[in-house]
């Protein structure tokens, strides 16, 4: 659903419809606080969640819910690169920012049918912080970087 809402997005940023830029305008010090996020985004998203599918893969339940979780970060990553390259670089922000919201939910929601004991009850911790916090900075550092409304004139 988000992917097809962003294809909208693209259109509507193209075709400048939307109060969003093309392009996004992080600046020096911005790409290189993003540089080590999205190392931390490599470890904490996506290297914790497929050891600890590995841990508990004798686990049906655990294999289901961690099996969803990478498939659908998978179709992020796929969804950013192939429409930032097709329509505009900008929509990385959104697809992100809901895809995350989204990732937030699953974690929360599936919670409850896990059985964790206590080291992989902090990795999955972490792995839900990491995702908090990356939508906090999805907020305050990438949406002002491409809504017209941010831009002094």
Do not use: C, H
Request: avoid cysteine; proline fraction near 5%.
């Amino acid at each position: 659903m988000t992917t097809i809402l962003m294809i909208g997005y693209g259109f509507g940023v193209k075709a400048q419809y939307l109060p969003f830029t093309a392009e996004i305008g992080f600046s020096t010090s911005q790409l290189q606080f993003l540089r080590g996020w999205l190392l931390l985004a490599w470890v904490a998203g996506i290297l914790l969640p497929i050891i600890l599918l590995l841990q508990a893969w004798n686990q049906p339940a655990s294999r289901l819910f961690w099996g969803g979780y990478l498939l659908t970060l998978v179709i992020q990553i796929f969804s950013e690169g192939f429409l930032s390259r097709q329509l505009v670089p900008s929509i990385v922000v959104p697809i992100g920012f809901f895809y995350t919201a989204f990732r937030l939910w699953q974690l929360v929601d599936g919670f409850g049918r896990l059985t964790l004991s206590s080291l992989p009850l902090a990795a999955f911790r972490i792995v839900v912080l990491f995702w908090a916090a990356n939508l906090v900075m999805l907020l305050l550092v990438s949406w002002p970087t491409i809504f017209v409304g941010f831009k002094s004139s």
